[in-house]
């Protein structure tokens, strides 16, 4: 597990150089472990490194994970949501960053419980355009945003992207530099969002010279998933 403690050092040290060259405070951007498909003894070991926040993607197996590991965890969903896992999201998750309906939305809102702060919630763009993927079209971001933003037991806090793999700090930039236009739009009309969830193992340096304050990095922490 020492392996894991290095990682995380080295993910620390290249995000933090990655903010400095491109001119922002490394405090502003923040690692996100993505844990899916990893044990839960590799999250205890990336959180004895000092690792606070990790995401995962299958409510089923991050369920396991949730009360088998102890200590203070953040923990955020970042997979695809189905109306009959909103509840279990709700319940067991201090964030989400994959919403892209409004359906999705209320019912995460409806299900969260009393006693509990506002879900934290990014909305997925699907930036590039692909056809079959997930994320709400930019289009219809606004109206999307607005219907969340509204809702009493979510925060809606920013976006986030998954654009395809490219290869090259320029064409990588490309995507994560719409939404963050995307971001600015909304901002200016007035929705106060704090948070671009963009970047992973192989672009995250691309992503926070675009101004990503959340990277989400599961390979170049844990390895190859199994
Ligand atoms: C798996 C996953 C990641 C992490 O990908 P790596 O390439 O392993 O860093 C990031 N974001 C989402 C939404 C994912 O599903």
């Known amino acids: 597990m020492t392996q894991i403690t290095d990682s995380?050092?080295?993910?620390?040290?290249?995000?933090?150089?990655?903010?400095?060259?491109?001119?922002?405070?490394?405090?502003?951007?923040?690692?996100?472990?993505?844990?899916?498909q990893q044990p839960a003894e590799s999250v205890q070991?990336?959180?004895?490194?000092g690792?606070?926040?990790?995401?995962?993607?299958?409510?089923?197996?991050?369920?396991?994970?949730?009360?088998?590991?102890?200590?203070?965890v953040c923990w955020h969903f970042i997979g695809a949501v189905q109306s009959?896992?909103?509840?279990?999201?709700a319940a067991h998750f201090d964030w989400v960053h994959s919403v892209d309906r409004l359906k999705i939305a209320r019912?995460?809102?409806?299900?969260?419980?009393?006693?509990?702060?506002?879900?934290?919630?990014?909305?997925?763009?699907?930036?590039?355009?692909e056809i079959s993927k997930s994320g709400v079209a930019p289009a219809e971001?606004?109206?999307?945003?607005?219907?969340?933003?509204?809702?009493?037991?979510?925060?809606?806090?920013?976006?986030?992207?998954?654009p395809p793999p490219e290869q090259g700090l320029e064409q990588q930039r490309r995507p994560f530099a719409q939404l963050r236009q995307l971001?600015?739009?909304?901002?200016?009309?007035?929705?106060?969002?704090d948070t671009l969830s963009m970047g992973m193992s192989a672009d995250f340096e691309a992503a926070i010279a675009e101004g990503a304050t959340i990277i989400r990095v599961g390979?170049?922490?844990?390895?190859?998933?199994?």
Not at 45 to 49: G, I, N, S, Y
Request: charged share 25%; net charge positive; aromatic share 4%.
């Open 45 to 49: 070991a990336a959180l004895a490194a």
């Open 107 to 129: 019912r995460l809102s409806d299900q969260r419980p009393v006693d509990s702060k506002p879900l934290n919630v990014c909305v997925e763009v699907n930036v590039a355009g």
């Open 219 to 226: 390979t170049a922490v844990f390895g190859p998933r199994h």
């Open 84 to 89: 009959n896992k909103t509840r279990g999201i």
């Open 141 to 162: 971001l606004a109206t999307l945003a607005n219907g969340i933003a509204n809702l009493p037991q979510l925060r809606l806090r920013g976006l986030m992207c998954l």
């Open 51 to 72: 690792q606070r926040d990790f995401g995962e993607s299958y409510l089923g197996e991050a369920l396991t994970k949730i009360s088998t590991v102890t200590g203070p």
């Open 8 to 36: 995380v050092e080295e993910i620390r040290r290249r995000t933090a150089a990655a903010a400095r060259r491109y001119g922002r405070d490394p405090a502003t951007v923040r690692l996100l472990a993505v844990s899916k």
């Open 183 to 193: 971001f600015d739009s909304l901002n200016d009309h007035g929705l106060g969002l």
